[in-house]
C-alpha cells in the first residue's frame, strides 16, 4: 500500500511539473521531465564508443582559429578570439530528449567561467530544431536561462552544407585524428587551450560528467 502511494505520488509530481511548462510545448514538457532517465544506461554501463580521446595528442593541420561561424544574432564570431581558451562546441536542438542538457550546459558555463561553450542549433536529427534563430534563442532564455553563446542554425552533418566548423571537427585531414560527426543532438567537441581538439562525447554523456570535467581542465 505505501510503495503504491509513493507511486502515485511520483506520477502526480510529474505531471505537475510538465503541466507548469506552460512556455513549453507538451512535446518539449515531456521530454524534459523523462531526461534524467535517458542518460541512466550510460551512467550505469559506460561504453567506450560514445567517448573518444586524441590519445596521441596529434597536431590540427588547420587551425581551429582560422574558422568563423555566425552568432544567433547574425553578428560573426571570428574563432581567433578563442585562442588561450578551453572550447566546448555543441550541436544542440529544442525538441530532442536531450534537450534538456541546456540546463546542465548552463550549470557548466557558470561553474567554469573561464571555458567558451559554443551551442550550433540544427534541424538535421528527425527535424527536431524547426524554429528561426529568434525562436531558438528565446527558447533557451526562458526555459533554460541559456547566458552562453547561442550560434546561427545550421547544418552539422556531412554533405554539401555541413557548416565549416563541424567540418574541422569530422576530418581528421583537418583537425589531426577525428572523423567522428555528430551522431545526434548534444554531441560533444572539446578543444583545449591551443586549439587541438582532445575529446568528442555522444549525446548520452551528461556535460557534468567526471569526464566532460576532466576534459575541460
Known amino acids: 500500500m505505501i510503495r503504491k502511494i509513493g507511486v502515485l505520488l511520483i506520477i502526480v509530481a510529474a505531471a505537475l511539473y510538465i503541466i507548469k511548462r506552460k512556455d513549453m510545448t507538451w512535446r518539449q514538457s515531456i521530454l524534459r521531465t523523462v531526461y534524467p532517465l535517458l542518460t541512466l544506461k550510460e551512467k550505469w554501463f559506460p561504453s567506450d564508443q560514445n567517448r573518444l580521446k586524441n590519445e596521441l595528442a ?21 574563432f581567433s578570439e578563442l585562442q588561450g581558451k578551453t572550447v566546448l562546441v555543441v550541436n544542440t536542438a529544442s525538441d530532442c530528449g536531450y534537450t534538456g542538457q541546456y540546463e546542465e550546459l548552463e550549470k557548466l558555463h557558470q561553474l567554469h567561467k573561464d571555458l567558451i561553450i559554443l ?6 536529427f528527425k527535424q527536431q530544431e524547426k524554429g528561426s534563430d529568434g525562436d531558438i534563442a528565446n527558447f533557451c532564455k526562458v526555459n533554460y536561462g541559456v547566458s552562453f553563446p547561442l550560434m546561427g542554425k545550421t547544418s552539422v552533418v556531412k554533405g554539401s552544407t555541413q557548416h565549416p566548423v563541424f567540418q574541422w571537427l569530422s576530418d581528421a585531414a583537418k583537425n589531426g585524428w577525428c572523423n567522428k560527426a555528430p551522431v545526434w ?10 586549439g587541438v581538439l582532445t575529446h568528442f562525447f555522444s549525446p ?4 557534468l560528467s567526471d569526464e566532460v570535467l576532466a576534459a575541460i581542465k
Open 119 to 124: 551551442a550550433f542549433p540544427a534541424n538535421d
Open 204 to 207: 548520452s554523456v551528461s556535460p
Open 58 to 78: 596529434k597536431q590540427p593541420n588547420l587551425s581551429f582559429y582560422s574558422l568563423q561561424a555566425k552568432r544567433n544574432d547574425g553578428s560573426e564570431m571570428a
Open 185 to 194: 543532438n548534444f554531441s560533444k567537441y572539446v578543444i583545449n587551450k591551443e
